[in-house]
Each structure stands twice: as structure tokens, then as C-alpha cells.
């Protein structure tokens, strides 16, 4: 199993660009999150899917973030327009309903300058 | 939403064992207790989980005091490599379609020659 796979690593944009961070979750796992962490905030999760719906998105800081999950395999996660404020490891993870853990990718480092 | 109180760091010297103590009083009857680390760089890493019995895994145990308002996290034999932030964190159950984590500040515990 390859795991939680985030794309890309690393990103560097310029203030007002939009920018989308994708993540594929563990075959099978009904369960997806986007946290972000910062050292000021540590990690904070911005929003949930389950079985590809969003059921919990009061994490997501405002309006310029937005997250889908257009099947079971695939999520993204975009910011339009991005500010300098938004730099942070974004890390997305997956599960597998009740019970378990969560299985967390190697994150995107995301730098707005 | 139960919190968890844990102290910001620890030491631990190679090969003794590490025991990282942690607060949920608020805690409600069906709610589990996660332990996740985070090594430098990396995403978060599942350990243990448990509800009210003890629980050991080929990583670490946990002890889950019998009024369910603290727990242990035990790594037997320290090493280098499990220097990390260490998260206890208390599963919150999110509508009628599943759990978050909601992650802390967690333990930073060093483990020395």
C-alpha cells in the first residue's frame, strides 16, 4: 500500500495566486481530512469528508478555501487567493470509519510570498 | 468537546522507558483515547488507542486510569528514533456521520544517549 499520497511536496506561489493541493487516500478508506499546522497554531483540522461528502468544513478559515472530493479516490484543496498568511504544512489523512487511526501523507509545505 | 492536558516536554534516556502522562477529565463514557507522534518533518503517526482497558501494541501500551480521566502512553525501551511530539488526543464523535480528531499541543519528549 503506498500510503496517503499528497501532491506536490513543496509549493511556492505569490500572494494572490491560486493554488491546489491534492491528496489521495488509502484505497478503501471512507474518511478523508485536511489539517494545516503552523507553529503558532500547531494542527488544526479544516475540513472532513465522508464517503466523499464534506460533513464537517467549520475548520476552513474562510471563504478563499475551498475542498472537494469529486470520488473516492481523489481530493483537493484550493485556496483562491492565496496570502502570505496561508503558508503552512497542509497534511491531509484518511480512515477507515469507526475505530482505527488515521493515516496521515507527508503533507505540502506551502510558502505565499 | 473533552480536552487534553499533557506537559509541553519530556526526556527519557536510550533504552529506558518513556512515559508520557496525559489529562482528559472532562472525558465522556464513549469516547476514545488516540496517541499519535509526529517526527520532525513528517505527518502524524497513528500508536495506540484505547477506551477503558488497557491496550499494548508492538509500539507502545496504554494505561487508561479506571475513571477514564487520565491515561499513560508507555515506549518500553526508548530509542533515538522515537524522539518526537507526542499527541494524546480524545475522539469526538461529529454529527451522525463520524469522529474528528482534534489534535494539541502534545508532548515534545527527547530521548537522549
Redesign the interface.
Known amino acids: 500500500d503506498a500510503g496517503?499520497i499528497q501532491s506536490p511536496r513543496h509549493e511556492v506561489t505569490e500572494m494572490g495566486q491560486e493554488v491546489t493541493l491534492r491528496c489521495k487516500p488509502i484505497s478503501g478508506h471512507n474518511?478523508l481530512?485536511w489539517?494545516r499546522q503552523t507553529m503558532m497554531r500547531?494542527?488544526?483540522?479544516l475540513i472532513?469528508f465522508?464517503n466523499n461528502?464534506p460533513?464537517?468544513d467549520s475548520g476552513m478559515p474562510e471563504d478563499r478555501f475551498s475542498a472537494k472530493m469529486p470520488n473516492a479516490s481523489f481530493s483537493t484543496l484550493k485556496i483562491q487567493p492565496s496570502e502570505p498568511r496561508d503558508s503552512a504544512v497542509y497534511?491531509c489523512?484518511s480512515s477507515l470509519?469507526?475505530?482505527?487511526?488515521?493515516?496521515?501523507?507527508?503533507?505540502t509545505r506551502l510558502t505565499v510570498v | 468537546d473533552a480536552k487534553t492536558t499533557q506537559p509541553p516536554s519530556m526526556d527519557c534516556a536510550e533504552g529506558r522507558a518513556a512515559n508520557l502522562p496525559c489529562n482528559h477529565s472532562t472525558i465522556s463514557g464513549n469516547e476514545y483515547v488516540?496517541w499519535?507522534r509526529q517526527i520532525h518533518s513528517?505527518?502524524?503517526?497513528?500508536?495506540i488507542?484505547g477506551l477503558k482497558n488497557n491496550e499494548t501494541n508492538e509500539m507502545a501500551s496504554l494505561i487508561i486510569t479506571e475513571d477514564r480521566k487520565s491515561s499513560t502512553l508507555i515506549l518500553p525501551h526508548a530509542t533515538l528514533r522515537d524522539t518526537a511530539v507526542y499527541?494524546c488526543i480524545v475522539r469526538v464523535w461529529?454529527?451522525n456521520?463520524?469522529?474528528?480528531?482534534?489534535?494539541?499541543?502534545?508532548t515534545s519528549l527527547l530521548v537522549t544517549p
Open positions: 496517503v474518511s481530512f489539517y500547531g494542527l488544526e483540522l472532513y465522508n461528502v460533513i464537517d497534511f489523512a470509519g469507526e475505530g482505527g487511526g488515521y493515516t496521515f501523507g507527508s503533507g | 488516540y499519535y513528517q505527518g502524524p503517526q497513528y500508536i488507542h499527541y461529529v454529527s456521520s463520524g469522529y474528528e480528531l482534534n489534535f494539541g499541543k502534545g
